[in-house]
């Protein structure tokens, strides 16, 4: 799906049933105080012109009273106005999705409704305290795809009771809904949450920064080749999480970039070893922008596949490929 400017509208904790153990939406999006129709009138005001989603993040939107959900989505028409392309997207949980839900949803103009599944395991789910299940997951998006509005899947890695194994099961049911994009949250371990008191006292273990890189590394292709874009990997950075907030946990300002840097690292890896390429002289050719996720932080990965392969020499270079290629090999004496 086309990547469009997105005004946020931050509804922590609004509409939950249930407190997830990983859960602190006031730490995680910075965000104190519910949304109100004046919070969106003066979110609105920062539009710039161009098409533009207003989204409502943080909560689960369509489990607010019904009275609420009208006062906010009606205080958003105004922005829907101001272009053709203005449009609005919202998140929510897969057990507050209905056919009524959905009528409200097309009736006031939202185009992109966004699910928190975040695990299809119903063990992870329960030990989470998720309190929904992923038949219901199966169900909510059937009936967002069904009215012809853009589905967006959101997962997460290294709750308790994962495993790499349930996080690529996860993956794989996920894709066969569907969807127009997902985000993938390898799991924090926020402050004031119940995770961070199991974690505390020995019941939960760490999902690391290198436990969500490795597995994220593995997860992303398997979208990519059912040609599902994953448009965020990681909680978004704010200053409550980088001062304290995430206690432990996969919380990386740039969790994205190590990925892609891992990505490129193992498909150069495969090909290298593909090609024989033990002792030789290797030039790579990569996509025009993709250098730096190439050679990694201080050309971490050149002097991984140096060692590796007992290279005489590595080069890096743009190519007008799609993908990573071998541009030249050459054997020395």
């Not at 109100?36 to 369509?62: I, K, Q």
């Not at 190590?258 to 890896?269: G, N, Q, S």
């Amino acid at each position: 799906m086309a990547r469009k400017n997105v005004i946020p509208v931050f509804v922590p904790h609004a509409g939950c049933p249930h407190a997830c153990v990983f859960c602190n939406q006031r730490r995680i999006s910075g965000a104190s105080e519910p949304a109100t129709a004046e919070t969106v009138r003066r979110a609105a005001e920062g539009w710039r012109g161009g098409p533009c989603d207003l989204a409502f993040y943080g909560g689960s939107f369509t489990a607010l009273p019904d009275e609420r959900q009208e006062e906010l989505l009606g205080a958003a028409q105004p922005f829907l106005s101001l272009h053709p392309g203005n449009a609005l997207r919202l998140s929510t949980r897969p057990d507050a999705v209905d056919d009524a839900v959905i009528g409200r949803l097309l009736q006031y103009g939202v185009k992109t409704v966004e699910l928190g599944v975040q695990s299809m395991d119903g063990r992870v789910l329960t030990l989470s305290e998720r309190g929904n299940t992923p038949e219901d997951a199966e169900r909510a998006a059937g009936l967002v795809k069904d009215a012809g509005l853009a589905l967006i899947l959101q997962m997460m890695t290294g709750l308790p009771g994962d495993t790499p194994d349930t996080s690529r099961y996860t993956a794989r049911k996920l894709i066969d809904l569907k969807p127009d994009g997902v985000r993938i949250y390898p799991t924090v371990v926020v402050r004031d949450t119940a995770l961070w008191d199991m974690y505390r006292r020995g019941a939960y273990r760490e999902h690391t920064v290198e436990d969500a890189v490795s597995l994220c590394a593995a997860l992303v292709p398997m979208f990519q080749a059912a040609g599902i874009p994953v448009i965020r990997l990681g909680l978004n950075p704010t200053e409550e999480l980088s001062a304290g907030g995430a206690a432990a946990g996969a919380y990386h300002p740039a969790l994205g970039e190590l990925v892609f840097r891992r990505i490129y690292l193992e498909r150069a890896r495969a090909l290298l070893r593909g090609a024989g390429a033990f002792g030789r002289t290797v030039t790579l050719g990569v996509p025009r922008g993709r250098l730096s996720l190439m050679t990694g932080q201080r050309r971490s990965n050149i002097r991984v596949l140096m060692r590796e392969f007992r290279l005489e020499r590595l080069d890096v270079r743009e190519s007008e490929n799609a993908e990573i290629v071998i541009l030249d090999i050459e054997k020395h004496g």
